[in-house]
RNA sequence: GCCGAGGUGGCGGAAUUGGCAGACGCACAGGACUCAAAAUCCUGCGGUGGCAACAUCAUGAGGGUUCGAUGCCCUCCCUCGGCACCA
């Protein structure tokens, strides 16, 4: 008998799998499975135990369907334009072209020492000509829909990275990528018109099988709120002057308890407003030093609100035509609903604060705590006191005071009423802004867009995509808020294609999100240069059955993708209107220290160093019985010598198979046999690898237990192994002496019959303690079973001289006797 | 502040229409094999009491519903994640 030489195994049937394209994609009708992982960017760090373990996760999933009987699409590629990988390559003064090159070259040995199941042959890489043709191609569809625009209005800029960035590349007000403080800077933009899509990116979610905090933060971002613009009159106390205001309110049932408006301090009417204001150096002072606060200063926690009040003028509240004075603060947002909001001190925070700084009028419009304490008798204490703590401030809802004709009405119920009343609109808003869409930096798409003196903007033509960037020395970031491209006249200086006059091409690059907001269209037809996709491939492939990544894209990548796909279902270029039905988020793998893995850190653990060691499939078997799929869990190398040992005892199993097997031991062997066919192939299908590895193992367990197995019991175990240990199954499968590939055997079936066939465990428990057990057929009838629990000493050492007061039987489960001292 | 997920042995975790809490694995302890070690195999392994059979307590805390609660209800504590002067 040799030893499990996993070295000699996984390297042996890794090359006869490449020679015999084994896992190649076949051209297909029938079911299809569409297994896709996040593709990465490949970094100079190579690849860490934490990257593969989504990659695992899908090829176990892949290869299971592939046993059902699917057809399977399951791609790798490389997202390779952006920030990192320049910012890489500027550090290592290799070009980033090269560098790309040489770090795909690097995952990709390291991912194939795992025994991926890819179909290597649809391959891609964003940053490839024939690839960006088709990014560029997108883009001038949504050019011509109108869908991208440039626009004027500042946007937020990175110091450090030098170039414009996304809301969505935020937090908290600093770079994503750098954490340096973000300005914002007055550069014009390509701009892509993603709150066209708000609604149905909200709406859509709803149709998706995703993990439910994922969905919840899409929601959140998008921020959707229900609302009504109500018009004040704006008067000056000398002139008679018609101006108005329009504030963007939820609350409209709270309009008798206005006490001020306030506008956002860059609001646009203040312009047309400056004759009327008396102290208008006032307010532009104030404009002044908002203008120079970082967005961090601006909204920091617990800071006192600051404001000017616009004197010379008054507003009228429409609804009583009471006036009320008119301030500019930083706390209303330039950007949001219409720059202006209504001051309702009695029942907003923020409008408090204000109020009890400035020592402003407050008037509470929504009846307080004793009146809503009657209308609603559920109310909890708890509620109440919260209620009560808060003050007179009341936030929630209750019975309209002080307002006219509509008291008495349940603040819910006021709201359109009083909107209507005072001519208001109503109105949605989102949260969610348009995109900012050019980057002033070298390693990205060319924006395929021309400027000309006399045509305007002038998009290429088809025929001349892709726009190549050009190959050049000096890549570093201009810092003058211009793309280094724009130093590359040769590049620049194009004839316009609509008047062949002089004209000038966009410097501008695209952001790194935009590869991969199409990359998984493309994996269906990878090879097409004359149109987008066959639509042929793509109907039959898309949707994306199962996509998995990490949650830290939950408010970018998904949402950019999600949002190009339902443009190019608009246009009639996909058939779907979502692109992936079913989400799985992996968890991070940790270091032992519990950090996160980082160079930084030096907690690096080297998968290369993990598969030369203990091999792939340990290392496969491993990370998928570390805990539950998409939760985070540190990095252990003890415990991944438990998976090997696992292995270890499979691969001597064989030596017990016999001809002659005991026939007691049979149907207890079948039973669980069928049991665990069952459970492996649900806890797959559910993403639940560690109890479907623990299955394989209670398993082994048993049969190992045995003197003998058969070889029928024997092949039908590594089968249920082989989607997780591809190699060592395939080893074996051949000592068994099958030529063709176990990968391409089919799944086994699952017999009711025989899984339920072995004997089961009844638990007697006594006043509901467990006191005994016994063993009985299953579908053994109450009465029956009652009987037999009855007639047990050790049960009647319970019952002795009480009274039975019922006996409750769970079928093929439990009994529980109940008993009172008689 | 709002929303979401979670809290179980020394460790990772298992068990859900409410039915044996701690599967499986790691670590640890004892034994077999060995000149010895490693590997391997066998046995034990939540706390407390007991030689043991066994009893009893125990799933973040406290209450409740139930024959029976890790799971359901109420109150509270803690951890992680999303959003956040968004009117």
């Known amino acids: 008998m040799n030893k499990y030489d996993h070295n000699k195994i996984e390297k042996k049937w890794q090359?006869?799998?490449?020679?015999?394209?084994?896992?190649?994609?076949?051209?297909?009708?029938?079911?299809?499975?569409?297994?896709?992982?996040?593709?990465?960017?490949?970094?100079?760090?190579?690849?860490?135990?934490?990257?593969?373990?989504?990659?695992?996760?899908?090829?176990?999933?892949?290869?299971?369907?592939?046993?059902?009987?699917?057809?399977?699409?399951?791609?790798?590629?490389?997202?390779?334009?952006?920030?990192?990988?320049?910012?890489?390559?500027?550090?290592?003064?290799?070009?980033?072209?090269?560098?790309?090159?040489?770090?795909?070259?690097?995952?990709?040995?390291?991912?194939?020492?795992?025994?991926?199941?890819?179909?290597?042959?649809?391959?891609?890489?964003?940053?490839?000509?024939?690839?960006?043709?088709?990014?560029?191609?997108?883009?001038?569809?949504?050019?011509?829909?109108?869908?991208?625009?440039?626009?004027?209005?500042?946007?937020?800029?990175?110091?450090?990275?030098?170039?414009?960035?996304?809301?969505?590349?935020?937090?908290?007000?600093?770079?994503?990528?750098?954490?340096?403080?973000?300005?914002?800077?007055?550069?014009?933009?390509?701009?892509?018109?993603?709150?066209?899509?708000?609604?149905?990116?909200?709406?859509?979610?709803?149709?998706?099988?995703?993990?439910?905090?994922?969905?919840?933060?899409?929601r959140n971002w998008i921020g959707r709120s229900e609302g009504a613009e109500i018009e004040f009159k704006v008067e000056s106390l000398k002139l008679k002057v018609e101006e108005k205001i329009k504030v963007f309110t939820t609350r409209a049932d709270t309009l008798f308890g206005v006490t001020y408006l306030i506008l956002a301090p860059e609001h646009p009417i203040l312009k047309k407003l400056e004759a009327l204001i008396s102290n208008f150096e006032e307010v532009e002072k104030y404009q002044a030093e908002v203008k120079n606060k970082t967005q961090i200063e601006r909204t920091a926690e617990g800071k006192e609100k600051t404001g000017v009040q616009l004197m010379g003028i008054k507003a009228i509240n429409p609804v009583n035509q009471e006036e009320i004075p008119v301030w500019i603060a930083d706390y209303v947002l330039a950007d949001y609903g219409t720059g202006a909001v209504m001051a309702v001190p009695a029942h907003d925070q923020r409008d408090l604060q204000f109020a009890l700084r400035f020592d402003l009028k407050i008037k509470p419009v929504i009846a307080q705590v004793n009146s809503v304490a009657e209308i609603f008798p559920g109310l909890t204490e708890a509620k109440i006191e919260s209620i009560r703590k808060s003050g007179f401030v009341h936030l929630g809802g209750g019975l309209l005071v002080n307002s006219g004709q509509f008291d008495g009405l349940l603040n819910e119920d006021a709201k359109e009423k009083i909107a209507s009343f005072v001519g208001g609109t109503t109105v949605t808003n989102y949260k969610l802004r348009d995109w900012v869409f050019s980057r002033q930096r070298y390693w990205g798409e060319p924006i395929p867009l021309i400027h000309c003196p006399k045509c305007g903007v002038v998009p290429v033509p088809e025929k001349d995509l892709p726009v190549k960037l050009p190959n050049v020395k000096s890549y570093a970031p201009a810092g003058t808020g211009e793309s280094p491209l724009a130093r590359i006249e040769k590049w620049v200086n194009v004839k316009c294609p609509k008047c062949k006059g002089p004209a000038k091409r966009e410097t501008n690059t695209m952001p790194q999100w935009a590869g991969s907001c199409w990359y998984y269209l493309r994996y269906t037809d990878p090879k097409n240069r004359k149109r987008f996709t066959s639509q042929r491939a793509e109907k039959y492939w898309q949707p994306v059955d199962m996509?998995?990544?990490?949650?830290?894209?939950?408010?970018?990548?998904?949402?950019?993708?999600?949002?190009?796909?339902?443009?190019?279902?608009?246009?009639?270029?996909?058939?779907?209107?979502?692109?992936?039905?079913?989400?799985?988020?992996?968890?991070?793998?940790?270091?032992?220290?519990?950090?996160?893995?980082?160079?930084?850190?030096?907690?690096?653990?080297?998968?290369?160093?993990?598969?030369?060691?203990?091999?792939?499939?340990?290392?496969?078997?491993?990370?998928?019985?570390?805990?539950?799929?998409?939760?985070?869990?540190?990095?252990?190398?003890?415990?991944?010598?438990?998976?090997?040992?696992?292995?270890?005892?499979?691969?001597?199993?064989?030596?017990?198979?016999?001809?002659?097997?005991?026939?007691?031991?049979?149907?207890?062997?079948?039973?669980?046999?069928?049991?665990?066919?069952?459970?492996?192939?649900?806890?797959?299908?559910?993403?639940?690898?560690?109890?479907?590895?623990?299955?394989?193992?209670?398993?082994?367990?048993?049969?190992?237990?045995?003197?003998?197995?058969?070889?029928?019991?024997?092949?039908?175990?590594?089968k249920l192994l082989a989607p997780f240990a591809p190699h060592l199954t395939e080893e074996l499968w051949g000592h068994l002496g099958y030529k063709k590939s176990i990968h391409s055997e089919s799944w086994p079936e699952y017999s009711e019959k025989i899984a339920t066939s072995a004997p089961i465990t009844i638990i007697v428990q006594v006043n509901g303690k467990t006191r005994e057990s016994f063993t009985a057929k299953r579908g053994e009838p109450n009465e029956r079973i009652q009987e037999i629990a009855l007639a047990l000493s050790s049960v009647r050492k319970w019952t002795e001289g009480k009274t039975i007061v019922k006996v409750i039987v769970v079928p093929d489960r439990l009994l529980n006797i109940v008993v009172k001292d008689s």
């Open 547 to 718: 996509y998995v990544g990490g949650a830290e894209h939950a408010t970018r990548h998904l949402i950019y993708a999600r949002f190009w796909h339902k443009f190019l279902f608009d246009i009639g270029a996909v058939s779907t209107e979502e692109p992936f039905q079913r989400l799985q988020n992996v968890g991070l793998i940790l270091a032992s220290d519990g950090r996160k893995m980082s160079k930084r850190f030096s907690n690096v653990v080297n998968p290369d160093e993990i598969v030369d060691r203990f091999g792939a499939d340990s290392l496969r078997v491993y990370e998928m019985f570390m805990g539950p799929f998409n939760q985070a869990i540190a990095w252990n190398s003890d415990s991944l010598v438990g998976s090997r040992r696992f292995l270890e005892r499979v691969w001597k199993l064989r030596e017990k198979i016999s001809k002659e097997t005991a026939d007691e031991t049979a149907l207890v062997s079948a039973s669980l046999l069928h049991q665990t066919i069952k459970k492996v192939g649900e806890d797959i299908e559910a993403f639940r690898f560690n109890t479907a590895v623990s299955g394989l193992m209670i398993l082994l367990n048993s049969l190992e237990g045995k003197e003998a197995i058969s070889a029928e019991t024997f092949k039908t175990f590594l």
């Open 15 to 218: 090359k006869v799998w490449e020679s015999t394209d084994l896992y190649k994609t076949k051209r297909g009708n029938g079911k299809k499975s569409y297994v896709l992982d996040m593709f990465p960017y490949p970094s100079g760090d190579g690849l860490h135990v934490g990257h593969p373990k989504g990659y695992i996760a899908t090829d176990v999933y892949s290869r299971l369907k592939r046993m059902q009987g699917y057809n399977i699409l399951h791609p790798m590629g490389w997202d390779a334009f952006g920030l990192p990988a320049e910012n890489y390559a500027i550090k290592n003064k290799i070009h980033p072209a090269v560098a790309v090159k040489k770090n795909i070259k690097r995952f990709k040995s390291q991912l194939q020492k795992i025994g991926f199941n890819y179909d290597w042959s649809r391959e891609i890489n964003t940053t490839d000509p024939g690839y960006y043709k088709w990014t560029q191609w997108i883009f001038l569809q949504m050019y011509k829909a109108g869908l991208a625009f440039q626009s004027h209005e500042p946007i937020n800029w990175c110091p450090s990275c030098q170039t414009g960035l996304a809301n969505e590349d935020l937090e908290d007000g600093t770079c994503e990528r750098c954490g340096s403080v973000v300005e914002k800077r007055p550069i014009p933009q390509w701009v892509l018109r993603i709150t066209k899509y708000a609604d149905r990116l909200l709406s859509g979610l709803d149709t998706l099988n995703w993990p439910e905090y994922i969905k919840e933060s899409q």
